[in-house]
């Protein structure tokens, strides 16, 4: 089968601009993207970087973005991708090129898998033996724990595209195998941990890791268990970070008062009422808010119809958590 | 200059158990690793480990069918350290998380392998290596082992009898360095690119094994080659053999099956057979089911469907023999020492003498989880008794020079892409399954051949960063230096045993007692000796 591949080329040593080239191959009809790429750097340039090792979709190591698409290199027939004769590769998005397809996962993925913790300590008491579990317990741990960390949840996701504080689903789903693996010892630590600012709370429901995941794990879903099992186990966000925390509580409050949210007083409760430089801060947008009738007064908040069973839910909500 | 107490060059599984060894023995231990850890090919292992619990098994029972599958070839010492620990050591990985499938109990499940006379290999789905190699790497990520990666290691630093430490390339930069260390543990894990088709993943091209054999070492029972049966037609992929015993069929081009499920075979008689068969063979699922297809082959289900196009499911997958592994290796002794003071070696690019002839299946990764963590412990005692020297500063500006001189060379002619390809068809035609002197002689001359094109071989490419042809070069040459050592000790083997098969002298040499090959490399070429094997109990 010939197939013209466009592939993405940058060479910071020759000091050239980003740009595409332009490669005719011509394997058998069961070659894959990455068959494809070694032709091409084999026969014809051999220049052309792009990272790949297991050949066989285990080891995450050629992710790229093939038609447009998040994909691993070693797992896409070229006949299943191919559009008019062509392949387009280039790296994934949202992540440092250092040259042609090979791009920089150190701040992207590793440091943000590292900073989950996902390491198993030992629940106590540790047996003699194996911990007896049940299968059904680890088999979703298992399934997680596949995970090949090629990191296209991330370059799919939504949040991280413009906040990289973000961990990402790709950290998130390695910190959902160590918060659900029931022989780990640190399960309400680990779910502190991922409840600060950059963690689970951060996501913004798009969906798009469930997408981008080429082997169906579902990082979205794992994402929204551990915020599921935070909640279960009474584990607030920002436990670690005072004004996040005055900001629930502020959220909170307003909501079952009002049955609505008080934005004015939100954003001081939030700030602290004797942290003036916090409010200090506030002024101006309050300024520029006030003659577009945005500022409502704080505290004057009138109560929506049905406030009063609004509170009352969560009054009992709070009961049984208690 | 990095230096460190003890330094790991590999980051696969036997890498990781090391590095994990000597920081808990409480010394400055790095790793530096040609790909990310997680990139290794241990993630590609199956077929679990395995371990006597007890019941009616016992370490004794492994240790005999180990050394039965070893066809006489196995260190008795080596195999009963890896027998007696391997309980201990899977039961280490499942307290630290690695997700080893349960019994309706909540325990251990356990399936049957080829070879085994009793169920002893616990796996976690069809993806035990990936488990564990992921696991190994949290618990390195907790205790902050510094990671050098994407650094090849081109040369061992010997001094006075002592490794010194390693020089490096940084294969992001072209840049070199030396990492001093009182002791070094070579993990890097096989040679598998040596032979096509294969299932090894990219990186398996001998490093380690090449880089002791210029520092004098010998390689050990390097004939012994074995193939996987299950292995993808078109794709490096393979099926655990975990497969035959959950029920899946082997079965010939007419869909008949052609094993029976309750005498499951030693791998080189199933792969000759197999190899035998015409038009090819079939690895049927049907019978096993979806649910339990997806809760015990993971991988498998998704592997067949991306690159072989099949529902295991709803339709049988079709199988072939492929390369899978040098059983031999660098000599080491039970602790992974070799015959350098400081240097250690475990994992696939070691033979401390478990596999002998013929490696049991789930034995590889068993021992390098085992040796791998001996190996670490042992280089931090040595590391403890001495201090790091520094390595000669005209170390590194030797390297350099012959670098240029490399890149000085011609470009017409050979490329090391295609010298690469000539080895690698070679071996598996001369050197494969089934083999003779002729094939041998041929084997030896094209290999002499592809030696002397590889010292005149130029580079196309003269960039820094990400220079895959240099890498490759490097490659090359660490392959050139394993199929040479294969096909010398093939040659002088005049017996089948084991995976060795020879047409021409089709069976073992019951006049001898059995050996060991010993491949060093001579001042023309390799160099071939032969030692007994100890088959002895350890004290």
Avoid at chain 1, 248 to 269: C, P, Q, T
Avoid at chain 2, 521 to 539: E, I, K, M
């Amino acid at each position: 089968m010939e197939t013209t591949f466009k592939v993405y080329r940058f060479d910071p040593e020759n000091g050239s601009k980003p740009d595409f080239a332009t490669y005719q191959v011509d394997l058998p009809d069961s070659a894959t993207v990455m068959d494809g790429l070694r032709q091409i750097r084999d026969e014809q340039d051999p220049s052309l970087a792009f990272r790949a090792s297991c050949e066989r979709g285990s080891c995450g190591d050629c992710a790229l973005r093939i038609n447009k698409k998040g994909r691993l290199g070693c797992s896409l027939k070229i006949a299943k991708t191919v559009k008019n004769g062509v392949v387009t590769v280039e790296p994934i998005r949202n992540i440092p090129v250092l040259k042609d397809l090979v791009y920089d996962l150190e701040g992207f993925l590793w440091k943000k898998i590292k900073s989950v913790q996902p390491w198993i300590t030992p629940r106590e008491p540790e047996p003699e033996g194996e911990y007896v579990v049940a299968e059904e317990q680890l088999a979703e741990v298992r399934k997680a724990m596949s995970c090949v960390m090629c990191g296209l949840c991330d370059e799919g996701c939504a949040v991280i595209k413009i906040d990289k504080d973000f961990v990402g689903p790709a950290a998130l789903t390695k910190a959902y195998r160590a918060v659900f693996d029931p022989r780990d010892g640190q399960h309400d630590e680990r779910l502190t941990l991922v409840s600060e600012p950059g963690g689970v709370w951060d996501c913004t429901h798009c969906f798009e890791a469930n997408g981008h995941c080429p082997l169906g794990l579902e990082p979205t879903d794992r994402l929204f268990e551990v915020r599921d099992e935070a909640i279960r186990q009474g584990i607030r966000s920002g436990t670690r970070n005072p004004k996040v925390q005055r900001h629930y509580d502020s959220f909170l409050n307003s909501v079952k008062r009002s049955g609505w949210l008080d934005e004015g007083r939100l954003a001081i409760e939030s700030e602290g009422l004797t942290n003036v430089a916090g409010l200090a801060k506030l002024l101006p947008t309050v300024i520029r808010a006030i003659p577009k009738g945005k500022a409502p007064l704080p505290y004057f908040h009138h109560k929506r119809p049905g406030a009063e069973a609004i509170r009352r839910i969560i009054d009992k909500a709070q009961r049984s958590e208690v | 200059m990095p230096k460190y107490d003890v330094l790991i060059v590999g980051g696969g599984v036997a890498g990781l158990q090391a590095a994990l060894a000597a920081k808990y023995a409480g010394v400055q231990v790095a790793l530096l690793s040609k790909t990310h850890p997680l990139r290794s090919h241990s993630a590609t292992s199956s077929d679990g480990l395995n371990a006597a619990f007890g019941g009616d098994d016992s370490w004794q029972q492994h240790a005999q069918d180990t050394i039965r599958a070893g066809a006489g070839l196995c260190d008795h010492a080596a195999v009963e350290e890896m027998c007696r620990a391997a309980s201990d050591d899977i039961i280490r990985l499942d307290h630290i998380g690695v997700p080893f499938n349960r019994n309706a109990e909540g325990k251990l499940d356990r399936w049957t392998l080829g070879g085994h006379t009793s169920s002893r290999t616990v796996f976690s789905a069809d993806m035990t290596g990936h488990a564990v190699l992921n696991t190994l790497h949290e618990q390195c990520m907790r205790e902050d082992i510094p990671s050098h990666e994407e650094w090849l290691a081109t040369s061992l630093v010997v001094e006075d009898g002592c490794c010194r430490g390693v020089l490096a390339l940084e294969i992001g930069t072209g840049n070199l360095e030396a990492f001093s260390a009182s002791a070094v543990v070579l993990a890097t894990g096989g040679a598998g690119r040596v032979y096509t088709p294969s299932t090894a993943s990219q990186s398996c091209c001998g490093d380690g094994m090449s880089l002791a054999y210029r520092a004098g070492l010998g390689l050990r029972d390097m004939e012994m080659v074995q193939y996987h049966p299950l292995g993808f037609c078109e794709r490096a992929a393979f099926a655990s053999e975990g497969a035959l015993g959950e029920g899946a069929v082997l079965c010939n081009s007419d869909g008949q099956p052609i094993l029976q499920t309750d005498d499951l075979p030693l791998r080189d008689a199933l792969c000759r057979s197999l190899a035998s068969a015409e038009n090819g063979a079939t690895l049927d699922f049907r019978s096993i089911g979806k649910e339990r297809i997806g809760a015990r082959f993971l991988y498998l289900e998704r592997a067949a469907n991306d690159m072989a196009g099949v529902s295991l499911d709803s339709a049988p997958l079709p199988v072939m023999p492929r390369m899978h592994r040098v059983l031999g290796g660098i000599q080491t002794d039970t602790n992974g020492a070799t015959a350098v003071s400081g240097l250690f070696a475990a994992g696939e690019c070691a033979s401390p003498g478990v596999h002998g002839a013929n490696a049991l299946t789930g034995n590889a990764l068993t021992a390098s989880v085992v040796f791998g963590r001996r190996a670490g412990s042992a280089a931090a005692a040595h590391a403890s008794n001495s201090s790091p020297q520094a390595i000669a500063d005209s170390a590194l500006p030797d390297t350099r020079r012959t670098l240029e001189a490399i890149f000085s060379r011609p470009t017409a002619g050979d490329t090391v892409v295609t010298i690469q390809r000539a080895l690698a068809n070679t071996m598996a035609e001369h050197v494969g399954l089934v083999r003779d002197e002729a094939g041998l002689q041929e084997a030896a001359r094209c290999v002499a051949d592809l030696q002397a094109r590889y010292t005149q071989v130029g580079l196309r490419h003269h960039g820094k960063m990400y220079n895959h042809e240099l890498l490759t070069f490097y490659e090359l040459g660490a392959l050139l230096d394993v199929a040479g050592a294969i096909v010398t000790a093939a040659q002088e083997r005049q017996e089948s045993r084991g995976v060795h098969h020879r047409s021409d002298f089709p069976t073992a040499n019951e006049a001898e007692e059995p050996y060991h090959s010993l491949v060093t490399c001579g001042p023309d070429g390799p160099s071939l000796a032969t030692s007994p094997v100890n088959a002895g109990q350890s004290g």
